[in-house]
């Protein structure tokens, strides 16, 4: 079975309290309303390094969301795919590689850390190898979709632009 978040999501909590941390328990940010300076997880996938760089700098309180994947997501993604206009065989292809998806209903699949800092705010962001996988059909899914039914696709915020 690939990745669940689960423990590393425990793991965090436990870290943040031993470290003195106050975890502010967030929804997902808006990464609009200021300038974002990202953590680079593929070279250093510690969060503790991280965590370490705020306590350096004096911050203590940090904002702690994690994301459970449901079928809604998946739901949507399926619509999203049907709304598309794609070759009939690479629509099965997708559907099936998202249909696959469904194992992992209830996992732990994004893992966000921030703070605020001089008018910036700090990211921190780690999900599964799965649900990038998701977030890339996303993508070209949102690029195949005809402009006039755009509009009509939202994923209601399930999905950063990462």
């Given amino acids: 079975m690939k990745s669940n978040f689960e423990a590393t999501k425990d793991e965090i909590r436990d870290y943040l309290a031993s470290e003195n941390f106050v975890a502010f328990h967030a929804q997902g940010r808006s990464y609009e309303s200021v300038p974002i300076v990202r953590w680079d997880t593929a070279s250093y996938p510690d ?11 004096g911050v203590r309180l940090i904002a702690f969301h994690h994301e459970q994947f449901d079928s809604e997501m998946l739901d949507e993604a399926l619509d999203m795919l049907h709304d598309a206009e794609l070759p009939p065989d690479e629509e099965a292809n997708l559907e099936q590689r998202v249909q696959d998806m469904r194992v992992y209903e ?33 993508d070209d899914l949102e690029e195949s979709i005809p402009e006039d039914e755009a509009g009509d696709s939202s994923l209601g915020g399930y999905f950063s632009n990462n």
């Fill in 47 to 57: 969060y503790r390094l991280f965590l370490d760089c705020a306590l350096k700098i």
């Fill in 106 to 138: 209830g996992f732990i699949c994004s893992i966000e850390l921030s703070f605020d800092y001089d008018g910036r705010m700090y990211l921190f962001l780690l999900n599964t190898d799965w649900y990038e996988e998701l977030q890339e059909i996303l």
